[in-house]
Each structure stands twice: as structure tokens, then as C-alpha cells.
């Protein structure tokens, strides 16, 4: 389902950084592990990185560990993801999501996911 809104998003070079955000439904936001997600045009959707509802605990795919940095502010119910070092594969539509009960911890690509957002475009390009 759609409730959440990403932003943040845009055209940078090689080798450039971007800070996204997420908002997403108070009521549910402090209690349960937050996603980020991104999808390529031509291909699946790729897990990024979660993180534990009290942000003590954190998980990255292999393609960003390193360069991505997941974080959350509870009180603003807001969800961020620090991207530095970016590469022209990194080019997607990135979207947060909520877990749903079914996924467990590690999370992958093969999660399902009970909330969702339309996307923010980032683009790597020279």
C-alpha cells in the first residue's frame, strides 16, 4: 500500500552524494524496522538497507555497504538514507517500505512489504 513519501532525490555526478528522506505513518513508524528499496528499469528491485526500530541495529546489501547510510528520527517519524560515493548503477527509483510480517531480519529482495512509496528518481550522470 502506498502511504509513505520519499523525496530527496535528483541528478548528480559520479562520485556525488545524496541525502533521502521518508515519512511515513506515525502510528506504526517507532515500533517496527524500516526499508529502503530501489528499483532499476531493467531490472528487479533490489534490497538496500534496514533498521531496527530503535536504530540500534542496521543492515546493507552488499552493492552499497560502505557508501549508504540508513538512519531514522522516531520522534519525526522521518526515515533518511545517506548516499555518498555514487555510481552511475546506483540510478533508481528509491523507495521506503515497512517489512511486513512475514519478513525477517536480515531483510533481502525476497521480503514482502506492508507499506510502501511511490518512489524519489535519482540519477548518476556526468
Known amino acids: 500500500q502506498v502511504q509513505l513519501v520519499e523525496s530527496g532525490g535528483g541528478v548528480v555526478p559520479p562520485g556525488g552524494s545524496l541525502t533521502l528522506s521518508c515519512t511515513t505513518p506515525?502510528?506504526?513508524?517507532?515500533?517496527?524496522?524500516m526499508t529502503w528499496l530501489r528499483h532499476h528499469p531493467r531490472r528487479a528491485s533490489e534490497w538496500l538497507s534496514s533498521?531496527?526500530?530503535?536504530?540500534?541495529?542496521?543492515a546493507y546489501a552488499d552493492s552499497v555497504k560502505g557508501r549508504f547510510t540508513i538512519a531514522r528520527d522516531n520522534a519525526n517519524s522521518a526515515l533518511f538514507l545517506q548516499m555518498n560515493d555514487l555510481r552511475p548503477e546506483d540510478t533508481a527509483v528509491y523507495r521506503c517500505?515497512?517489512?511486513?510480517?512475514?519478513?525477517?531480519?536480515?531483510?533481502?529482495?525476497?521480503?514482502?512489504?506492508?507499506?510502501w512509496g511511490r518512489g524519489t528518481q535519482v540519477t548518476v550522470s556526468s
Open positions: 533498521i531496527h526500530s530503535a536504530g540500534d541495529n542496521v
Open positions: 506515525g502510528f506504526t513508524f517507532s515500533t517496527t524496522p
Open positions: 517500505a515497512q517489512p511486513d510480517t512475514r519478513s525477517t531480519w536480515p531483510h533481502s529482495s525476497k521480503c514482502t512489504w506492508a507499506y
